[in-house]
């Protein structure tokens, strides 16, 4: 085993050396040599070479971590913790049933293996269905890549990306292979998934002066797995797929993600429920050996009862649950990556937000261009029309609107004036972009535009009705009082300015963002959504509590806010924010609703500071500066359209833009949750029930009241009872809230209802041994079957009587796929009893004097079920 692992990760190492000296002597060659060695050149491959890489590189998907093969999902179904306990016992019943007996009895063994087989087997059939599903709805959701391809610039998908492509990147992309930067504009790359460096690190074009620089401080060297923040550059790939540096980190840094609070608390109490089960073996072993003195026999039925009490039903369970809740999720539009993410989005009681295109149409308007007076100017919008079409970062809606309207008043001849000599991208610290350009006759002019606050930081001068004045306190005050006005009027509104004292030459920086002059401002409009304020109410109707934070103005986000249903009687900026320190912080998110002007880090900081407070935080959000609070939240919500970095950390993608859609989403959540904790607490006090009767049972009785054949069949048939447990409904108030784990509530719950069952029974017990006259020795195959009938039925019965807080059949009704086979067992069951074929299970033929009693027994337990279950809603509040 030693040997194995060092062999593993001497491959490791030795693949992480070869891609590191690689890309290391990519980074120093020169450009003619380094377009030989990957057979390509400045206006990227042909499709003929591309299609040749393909099949030379394979697709750009790294695989070397990945373990989700057939033979990995079906050693995943058959080793469980359950299985090996089973195949333990199969192993011990072989030597005492075949090996060291006179009449070799393999019957016992093949039922033993055959609940292995039906549980690996589910679980198995509902894994390959979860993982067809998965890949068929993956497909749904592929982030793309833009590469000249044949002179043009294509958009193909990003796994079709090969070694020798040219890649345009910018804001929000994923680098899609290891890469060379060609040409860099105040590129920033996020680096964190190989590095650890939490701040985004500037590249270049040049070589590095450093040659002894880690791979990772190369400056002109970036890494699949990174992200651009912001800037933009062209690159050529270098590797793709396992061949890339984090391709060949990929089998150290694979390894099974954090479980959570539900999963722990599923591992606790199988835990619990194993750790009483071979307490009790030797127990039960010990008081029949010395009882009946058969050792053999006692040993075999303390077996029998260690296979009983396994709940080897639960990882098919919880499989088929997620399985069929991603299913189900898939048909509400909602795509989950991450099965666990299920539980997680049912247990989400804050829903933060972000506004655009959420709460809003995501149909940006151009409404205004006015100056600083208020009134309409073309002017403004030809200024903001050259700035959106000449910046080469990510183009969004308010370019598109500008770049729209602009066209249609006839402004586009104008451009041909004009030619791009640089840009300063937009950033979240500065909230604006600026251009330079550069007419005909050599004049430079740089334009900017932003958010109103952060573009007037910048000015010093404003154009006020054809003259340049200073921007003094009274004209300051005229264009703020323009802003105010609209703002509060819903009007999302942006500042333009420019200057023409552009220097001829040199790289342009923030620096020369400085004494500026004022155009004025362009106000958009993007209505809120008629959907919203129903989706935002059927969330706090089901207790999720709807957040907004947005990177918009105060006022717009009010106006919005006030439509859809959002409170907005408390508002906090990003200012306010900032002055907080974190318990008050945590104060103030349990009261405010609406946060404004928030910086990426300040969302994930209000997010952090909801989870702190107990909180289970979902966050929405499609957009660069959504990842940090994407990645902090319990559950990442992105849409098939947003930028590949918000994909690329969500745990759940929408392909519909809408809450509703989510809503949806977090009801299956709720419904998932709700079965998997059906079965969970049914079996755990059916099992610690069962262990207070074999108990007294094997005190009382001068017989064991089940042979280990009988126990093993029982065992079998009540499996096939509860595999419709997946598929079953849950009752519309268990929806209403928000479902977090808690293994305290199993316990109280074991504690209640285990004894209850005991109590029944000892009743049977009591019946077959008085009424029946089934006490002797002659007669311990009549008690026998007696108690496989009660025992088989009334677990059947139990099934319909948890799976609801309320009155089972009458006010909530099963599914038909779990009435059906409890129908069907426990039909078998009662024709085995009171037929000759219990003769087949060593049992003797129950009379019909034992039906009515059968009946008031199950009548009986029925009935104190309910008043148990009122019993223990009133101590506890809820049933399941």
């Known amino acids: 085993m030693k040997l194995k692992f060092f062999n593993k990760e001497n491959k490791i190492r030795q693949n992480k050396n070869e891609s590191e000296s690689r890309l290391r002597s990519f980074a120093f060659e020169d450009m003619s040599a380094l377009y030989a060695a990957l057979s390509t050149m400045p206006g990227g491959l042909t499709s003929e070479q591309a299609e040749e890489f393909q099949d030379e590189y394979g697709k750009n998907v790294i695989t070397a971590g990945q373990q989700h093969g057939v033979l990995h999902r079906l050693r995943e179904a058959v080793i469980n913790p359950f299985n090996i306990v089973l195949l333990i016992i199969a192993g011990i019943t072989v030597f005492t049933d075949v090996m060291s007996s006179s009449r070799p009895d393999w019957l016992t063994v093949g039922i033993i293996l055959a609940l292995v087989l039906l549980s690996s087997t589910v679980a198995f059939i509902q894994s390959q269905r979860s993982n067809s599903a998965a890949e068929s709805l993956s497909k749904m959701i592929s982030n793309k890549a833009d590469v000249w391809r044949d002179g043009k610039r294509t958009e193909i998908a990003m796994d079709e990306v090969v070694p020798g492509d040219i890649v345009k990147l910018s804001a929000g992309d994923m680098i899609p292979a290891d890469v060379r930067f060609l040409t860099t504009k105040d590129t920033f790359v996020a680096q964190a998934a190989l590095t650890g460096e939490s701040n985004p690190v500037e590249k270049f074009s040049s070589i590095s002066e450093q040659p002894d620089d880690a791979l990772t401080d190369l400056p002109n060297i970036g890494f699949m797995g990174s992200n651009i923040v912001s800037g933009s550059a062209t690159a050529i790939a270098l590797a793709t797929g396992n061949d890339t540096y984090f391709g060949s980190m990929a089998k150290s840094l694979s390894g099974d993600r954090a479980k959570n609070s539900f999963e722990r608390g599923v591992d606790s109490v199988s835990g619990l429920l194993i750790r009483l089960m071979l307490v009790m073996v030797p127990v039960v072993l010990l008081i029949n050996g010395f009882t009946k003195g058969d050792w053999m026999e006692a040993l075999l039925f303390a077996i029998s009862i260690a296979v009983g009490l396994t709940p080897e039903m639960l990882p098919v369970i919880m499989t088929s649950t997620l399985a069929k809740g991603a299913v189900s999720m898939s048909k509400h539009k909602v795509i989950v990556k991450t099965l666990g993410a299920i539980q997680t989005f049912g247990e989400m009681d804050v829903l933060c937000t972000d506004k655009t295109g959420t709460l809003t149409e995501d149909k940006i308007v151009l409404e205004r261009y006015l100056n600083p007076y208020g009134e309409d100017d073309t002017r403004v919008l030809s200024h903001a029309y050259r700035n959106s079409t000449f910046q080469t970062g990510l183009k969004n809606l308010i370019d598109l609107a500008i770049i729209n309207r602009a066209q249609e008043n006839g402004f586009a001849p104008e451009l041909e004036r004009f030619t791009r000599v640089d840009e300063i991208p937009f950033d979240f610290a500065r909230r604006r972009m600026s251009v330079v350009l550069e007419d005909e006759t050599g004049k430079r002019q740089l334009i900017t535009k932003g958010a109103v606050e952060e573009v007037l930081a910048t000015c010093t001068l404003a154009e006020m009705r054809g003259q340049i004045l200073p921007l003094d306190d009274e004209n300051r005050r005229i264009a703020l009082e323009t802003y105010e006005k609209h703002n509060a009027d819903g009007l999302r509104m942006i500042a333009v300015a420019q200057k023409n004292a552009v220097p001829g030459s040199g790289a342009f920086s923030v620096a020369d963002e400085s004494e500026m002059v004022l155009i004025g401002f362009v106000g958009f409009l993007d209505p809120p959504k008629e959907s919203a304020k129903t989706a935002i109410a059927a969330l706090r109707e089901h207790g999720v509590r709807t957040v907004v934070l947005t990177g918009d103005s105060e006022g717009v986000a009010i106006k919005v806010c006030g439509k859809v249903g959002v409170r907005t009687e408390q508002v906090l900026t990003g200012k306010d924010v900032a002055l907080l320190d974190d318990e008050q912080l945590q104060a103030a998110v349990e009261t405010c609703d609406l946060y404004a002007k928030l910086s990426p880090a300040q969302k994930e900081r209000v997010v952090k500071a909801l989870q702190t407070n107990g909180h289970t935080v979902g966050y929405m959000g499609d957009g660069i500066n959504d990842a940090p609070p994407l990645h902090q939240a319990d559950v990442g919500i992105s849409v098939d359209s947003a930028v590949d970095i918000a994909k690329e950390t969500a745990d759940i993608i929408l392909l519909q833009k809408d809450l509703m859609v989510l809503e949806a989403g977090v009801l299956e959540g709720r419904r998932t949750f709700g079965n998997i904790v059906k079965y969970i607490k049914m079996a755990a006090s059916g099992n610690f029930g069962n262990m207070i009767s074999v108990m007294v ?131 078998v069951t009662l024709l085995v009893g009171f037929s000759g074929l219990a003769v087949g299970l060593d049992m003797a033929r129950l009379p019909l004097l034992f039906l009515p009693w059968l009946l008031a027994l199950l009548a009986g337990y029925c009935v104190s079920t309910q008043v148990v279950k009122k019993i223990y809603v009133k101590l506890f509040g809820e049933w399941l």
């Open 697 to 827: 049972a094997s005190i009382f009785l001068p017989f064991l009241p089940m042979l280990s054949v009988q126990i093993l069949t029982q065992n079998l048939l009540c499996d096939f009872s509860q595999m419709g447990m997946p598929f079953d409904r849950v009752d519309a108030e268990y929806l209403k809230k928000p479902r977090k784990w808690e293994t305290k509530s199993i316990k109280s719950f074991m504690a209640f209802m285990g004894p209850l069952s005991s109590v029944f029974d000892i009743l049977c017990f009591a019946i077959m041994w008085w009424v029946i006259q089934a006490n002797g020795l002659e007669n311990a195959p009549l008690f026998q079957c007696g108690w496989f009938v009660f025992g088989t039925v009334s677990q059947v019965l139990i099934i319909h009587m948890i799976r609801t807080a309320k009155v089972p059949f009458l006010q909530s009704k099963p599914s038909l796929a779990l009435w059906l086979p409890t129908l069907i067992v426990a039909a």
